[in-house]
């Protein structure tokens, strides 16, 4: 049984909609399915130097793997770690597909007006100053993404269930925001688009 400390912060993100709070280094941050089955984009970003973001793609390439574990270290664009894996009960999460944007409901399905998590990132982030052109990739926690032996990827329906979580532990002060992912047009948010709930403890 992990201990997790002090609860100092607990919100709600709503289905389709986004959130951004911040951490405290040491800090540790919880990510959580509430109803299962609903991706949350996450991206975050050094308090002090806001160019200084959590990359997937340098994570990958510290890792040497595609997929996260517990004990691994999550890594900005600068190659410093910012947030160590201490608990992960979803086990399934996708470091490669960009998050969803205005342009990919249109292009892709042919629909305007429907919110996005690159929409709810900047609403989210607007108050710190932290526009859309700094985003790079999510860490798409929950999401379920399929490698094909030809290299196609499927994106197919998340399988975790009510409760399943990440647990993080920050290495740095850094800001932080989660889209429960709007997607609705294709598999990976399972029937309904749901809540996330972000916990911070202090320990």
């Not at 910012?82 to 960009?98: G, N, P, R, S, W």
């Not at 409901?105 to 709810?120: E, F, I, K, Q, T």
Request: proline content about 4%; charged content about 25%.
């Amino acid at each position: 049984m992990i201990s997790k400390g002090k609860l100092i912060t607990e919100l709600i993100v709503p289905g389709g909609h986004g959130r951004a709070f911040e951490v405290g280094k040491g800090q540790l941050l919880e990510i959580v399915d509430v109803e299962g089955r609903q991706v949350a984009d996450f991206f975050a970003f050094r308090k002090q130097d806001h160019a200084e973001r959590l990359s997937p793609s340098h994570t990958r390439t510290s890792l040497r793997s595609l997929a996260i574990k517990v004990g691994d270290s999550l890594r900005t664009n600068w190659r410093n770690p910012m947030f160590e894996v201490v608990q992960d009960t979803a086990k399934i999460h996708d470091l490669l597909i960009a998050a969803c944007d205005e342009r990919r409901y249109l292009v892709d399905y042919g629909v305007l007006n429907h919110r996005s998590c690159v929409a709810n990132i900047e609403e989210a982030l607007q108050p710190y100053g932290i526009g859309r052109d700094m985003f790079l990739e999510p860490f798409n926690f929950f999401q379920s993404t399929r490698i094909e032996p030809d290299g196609t990827l499927i994106q197919q329906a998340s399988p975790t269930r009510a409760g399943d979580h990440i647990l993080l532990k920050a290495e740095m002060e850094l800001i932080g925001a989660v889209s429960a992912c709007p997607m609705d047009l294709n598999p990976i948010g399972g029937s309904k688009i749901t809540d996330i709930l972000v916990r911070i403890y202090d320990q």
